[in-house]
């Protein structure tokens, strides 16, 4: 298969130091800011500030540049608000994340709810660093910070029976205008459903994200809790999720479900299958003119390749 | 010194009058449009120049070049409608000059669209034909755009007066009928490209819809006359 055998363009050990050294840098900057008045702020352009006390760095992140807080904050897909993605960030400035609570359920040994900052709590998060590829053929670089999803997977102790796990979107058409439709009908069905097979959901790069650049998740990037499957194009990673559930079958995907010749459940990144109405093999970073290639599971193959050695997928887009 | 203006007004000498008769006559009506056409041309031209203040002032998205597609699609199918608009405007206010500023908007609209594809072609894709190729073959929104575009600008390009001559006014008319080919197209490339909610291309068809049903209900009037 083509698709498995590109080897990575950086070798972990590579991200690694330069994660690092790009984190001590900013902690000196961060620390000569504070120094001279909280005059200077890191390269990002971000305030060195921090909603997670201790925050440590993370495997798997790549040293390529981060895209703005600005525009990971202003450009976002997040239908709930609106289908422009410059409104989310107007429209989400009154939604209120706190205080929230994700219901567990379904094959597991007890029926739970958390609190969002319990939960941070009891898993205390990480930063990674991630490529984010849309399926609408453009990408970021994100510093989120993020509990590995199999953390919480494994305390819930699930059944044999969890072959899936099933997320959804808070429903509330007051706090969200996306949800209550026009004229001529809604964007999507509400609430958003997303899903992953057991093995995705525990795989170590899979993420429950409450946070970017070192703070609380901003709303129209999904607070406070939501998730990154960073091998997987981003409408994978529901947002706002209010309920996660152990389950014996395939869930059907919200955009599986609105155009299944456009999107399917796996949704892996793959320059290789194009979406029916644009080419999959390029993408534009955000912040660059010119496109660049798009690598198979978004850079990621050598992690997670082997998970689907048995899918064709082709016809498992 | 008679006024050469004045023997227009022959049922209507007086100031008062004059006011009450609607439609004003021709050379009224001329006078207005070609006194509003510069304002209309300033017009045409504010989106392009509140887009190029926006790139100046870095107020475009965060994919600028995405933001800059959709702008300039947005205002080309605008001004096509606007074009479309024209004549039922015509009949409604009974203002047979208005017909004199179709040309400006029209060509207006093939203007945006040349930006829009430009923008497509050079920014978008890097001017990378094999990848432009696959796109045209493969993807009917592009198709049903590249479609648009032959049509506009091969309208834009006979739409002087010299063509008008040269391909005769029959041929010229039935020609340029084209153009509500290039309305439905339009409208066809806007919902072929929208991901899930339609509205937008919804209410920019219907709106395109009374303007043709508009067309079609003044000719049978006439014709029953």
């Known amino acids: 298969m083509i698709l498995i055998q590109r080897p990575a363009d950086i070798t972990p050990s590579e991200i690694t130091s330069e994660g690092l050294f790009r984190q001590r840098r900013n902690l000196i900057m961060a620390s000569a800011g ?29 040293d390529e540049e981060k895209t703005s807080f600005q525009a990971v904050t202003s450009y976002n897909n997040f239908y709930e608000f609106s289908t422009d993605k410059r409104q989310p960030a107007k429209l989400a400035k009154a939604f209120k994340s706190r205080p929230w609570t ?28 991630y490529r984010l590829r849309c399926v609408e053929a453009w990408s970021m670089v994100i510093p989120w910070v993020g509990i590995p999803l199999h953390r919480v997977l494994k305390a819930l102790n699930p059944s044999s029976k969890a072959q899936y796990v099933r ?64 091998w997987k194009y981003g409408f994978k990673s529901i947002k706002s999720i209010v309920k996660i559930d152990l389950v014996d079958k395939q869930p059907l995907n919200t955009w599986n479900r609105q155009a299944p010749r456009e999107y399917g459940f796996y949704a892996n990144v793959n320059p290789a299958v194009d979406h029916p109405r644009w080419s999959q093999a390029r993408e534009r970073r955000i912040g660059e003119w010119s496109k660049r290639p798009t690598l198979p599971f978004n850079g990621y193959a050598e992690q997670v390749a082997g998970l689907y050695q048995n899918l064709d997928l082709r016809t498992n887009f | 010194m008679e006024n050469p203006a004045a023997d227009l007004f022959l049922h ?25 056409k510069p304002w209309l041309f300033l017009f045409c031209l504010t989106p392009l120049l509140l887009t190029l203040w926006d790139v100046y002032s870095h107020q475009l ?30 009949y409604i206010t009974k203002l047979r000059s208005l017909v004199r500023v179709r040309r400006m908007l029209g060509l207006f609209a093939w203007f945006y669209a040349c930006l829009h594809l430009g923008i497509y072609l050079v920014l978008d894709q890097g001017l990378a034909w094999q990848f432009i190729g696959a796109d045209i073959s493969k993807r009917p929104y592009i ?22 001559r040269r391909l005769g006014g029959k041929n010229w008319q039935r020609l340029h009928r084209l153009v509500y080919v290039a309305g439905i197209t339009t409208s066809l490339h806007f919902f072929w490209l929208v991901k899930s909610d339609i509205t937008r291309p919804m209410v920019y068809t219907l709106v395109l819809a009374s303007l043709f049903l508009a067309r079609i209900l003044h000719h049978n009037a006439r014709r029953q006359r």
């Open chain 2, 61 to 90: 998205a965060a994919d600028p070049i995405k933001d800059l597609t959709l702008r300039s699609g947005r205002w080309g199918l605008r001004l096509l409608w606007a074009t479309l608009a024209i004549t039922p405007l015509c």
């Open chain 2, 12 to 36: 209507a000498p007086t100031r008062q009058r004059r006011k009450l008769r609607w439609p004003p006559p021709a050379a009224v009506q001329v006078r207005w449009v070609t006194r509003s």
């Open chain 1, 34 to 62: 504070l120094l001279l008045g909280g005059g200077i702020a890191p390269a990002t352009g971000v305030a060195a500030v921090s909603d997670f006390p201790g925050l440590k760095p993370g495997p798997f992140a790549t």
């Open chain 1, 167 to 230: 997320f959804e979107t808070l429903l509330d058409p007051k706090q969200f205008p996306g949800q209550r439709g026009s004229l001529f009908g809604s964007s999507l069905d509400w609430p958003y459903v997303e899903g992953l097979r057991i093995d995705e959901a525990m795989h170590p790069l899979t993420l429950l994200a409450v946070g970017l650049y070192g703070r609380f998740m901003p709303n129209q990037n999904g607070a406070p809790i939501r998730l990154v499957v960073p």
């Open chain 1, 102 to 129: 994700i219901a567990f359920g379904g094959e597991i040994a007890k029926q739970q709810r958390f609190d969002v900052d319990e939960l941070i709590k009891k898993f205390p998060p990480q930063e990674r660093i």
């Open chain 2, 143 to 164: 198709v049903v755009g590249a479609t648009t575009f032959t049509i506009l600008s091969s309208l834009a390009l006979t739409s002087t007066q010299g063509w008008v």
